[in-house]
């Protein structure tokens, strides 16, 4: 099992920036990637961004590449996941899950509770 646990979101105004991170815990040895999704009001859930547990390859939504930016600081048993948001937009408002995909699976089962971000003036 993995242990999942997103922080940092809050309000912050258009144009500013924000970083949250997802604390890994337990079996990451078997994690093969890392993403956030994200979950507007009365919207589905969408697609963030992805990287590989490795730190070797990302993957971004295309409504926030160069904008957004995913980094990995890992090691044995655990690691942290940050996600750099910059120039946020009100509509980036949501609240921002994390959550792990072990090697050979096509699903993410580990998640996170969420970090409520929003971006207002």
């Known amino acids: 099992q993995v242990q999942l646990e997103e922080s940092g979101g809050r309000l912050v105004q258009p144009g500013g920036s924000l970083t949250v991170s997802c604390a890994a815990s337990?079996?990451?040895?078997?994690?093969?990637?890392m993403a956030w999704f994200r979950q507007a009001p009365g919207k589905e859930r969408e697609f963030v961004a992805r990287i590989t547990w490795s730190g070797g390859a990302t993957d971004y939504a295309a409504s926030v590449k160069g904008r957004f930016t995913l980094s990995i600081d890992n090691a044995k048993n655990t690691g942290t996941v940050y996600l750099q948001m910059n120039n946020l937009k009100p509509e980036d408002t949501a609240v921002y899950y994390c959550?792990?995909?072990?090697?050979?699976?096509?699903?993410?089962?580990?998640w996170g509770q969420g970090t409520q971000v929003t971006v207002s003036s």
């Open positions: 337990g079996r990451t040895d078997s994690v093969y990637d």
């Open positions: 959550a792990g995909r072990s090697f050979g699976t096509t699903q993410y089962a580990y």
